[in-house]
């Protein structure tokens, strides 16, 4: 099973960027998604979640700026990020939990490939 993270880039302080991430492989369903982001010296931390009914979570620091959603016939998490911000300037990773063919349920994750945002002001 693999995540591609994809969408980061610079914007400027304000601006929007949306972030995307497929999970391929031989699953049978993918149960929570979730987007982390870490930066250099600090500890990753969970930025939002959605579950697979479309439950979603965000950090205090993200709240009412970005959106989290799935698309489930493509296996596919988004971040919309409005309004960024220099603070939000990160490596960002996603995360999911899926039930393989096994059948078994795993996390899994793209810690060694995450997508880099950098916010200026």
């Known amino acids: 099973v693999q995540l591609q993270a994809s969408g980061g880039g610079s914007v400027q302080f304000g601006g929007s960027l949306r972030l995307s991430c497929v999970v391929s492989?031989?699953?049978?369903?993918?149960?929570?998604m979730d987007w982390y982001r870490q930066v250099p010296g600090k500890q990753r931390e969970l930025v939002a979640g959605?579950?697979?009914?479309?439950?979603?979570k965000y950090a205090d620091s993200v709240k009412d700026r970005f959106s989290i959603f799935r698309d489930n016939a493509k296996n596919t998490v988004y971040l919309e990020m409005n309004d960024l911000k220099p603070e939000d300037t990160a490596v960002y990773y996603c995360?999911?939990?899926?039930?393989?063919?096994?059948?078994?349920?795993?996390?899994?994750?793209?810690w060694g490939q995450g997508t880099l945002v950098t916010v200026s002001s």
């Open positions: 959605v579950t697979s009914e479309g439950v979603t």
């Open positions: 995360a999911a939990g899926a039930t393989t063919l096994s059948p078994k349920y795993f996390r899994f994750n793209n």
């Open positions: 492989g031989s699953i049978w369903g993918i149960a929570e």
